[in-house]
């Protein structure tokens, strides 16, 4: 036994099977155009979020060779005669305290806080040599003052000869 309406029961069944499916389409396309720019605008932001850590990162690059290269300098500061590396190290205190004024907050923030400690490590370097000067200093006075007490020493035996020989002298007159 069929059913007398068939083709209206299968017109009814594609209709609807259409309409669904053009409603799915809709609310697919609907979602695209209103979230689908979301992680095309997400990627571009996250692009130039990644070019800037870069940026970012070969600028602290450079900050800690200027900062490897300072530590190294300072060490070397103790044999500098002519003041040829103290000239270079307050070249390169210039260039650290130039890192300061970078866009990005952290490598100012450690551009100052470097510049800060090795300010305050150069005075005190340049306190240990003076002091270290003023003990050369020292020492030569000590041995200069032991050899004027040692002339003194040496011209009062001069002296108590020449009054010997003066009395001598004096008395076989």
């Known amino acids: ?10 017109w009814a069944i ?8 053009l409603t799915f389409i809709i609310f697919i396309v609907a979602i695209f155009f209103d979230y689908g720019g979301v992680p095309l605008k997400e990627n571009q932001l996250l692009k130039e ?13 450079k900050l800690f060779q200027q900062l490897d290269s300072v530590y190294v300098n300072i060490l070397k500061l103790d044999n500098d005669p002519n003041g040829i590396i ?7 205190m210039v260039a650290i305290s ?13 551009s100052n806080n470097a510049f800060n400690s090795y ?8 306190k240990t040599m003076e002091s270290a000067g003023l003990n050369k200093d020292k020492e030569k ?14 011209m009062k035996e001069e002296l108590k000869d020449c009054e010997t020989e003066l009395r001598m002298g004096s008395r076989n007159n």
């Open 86 to 92: 103290k000239s270079t190290v307050a070249g390169q």
């Open 14 to 21: 594609v209709k609807l099977s259409l309409l669904f499916l």
């Open 98 to 110: 130039g890192f300061a004024k970078s866009e990005s907050k952290l490598t100012s923030k450690i």
């Open 141 to 154: 006075l000590e041995t200069e003052i032991k050899d004027l007490k040692d002339q003194l020493k040496d």
């Open 49 to 61: 979020e990644n070019k800037k850590l870069k940026e970012e990162q070969a600028e602290l690059n």
């Open 1 to 10: 036994m069929e059913p007398l309406n068939s083709k209206d029961r299968l």
């Open 119 to 126: 300010s305050i490590i150069l005075s005190e370097k340049q």
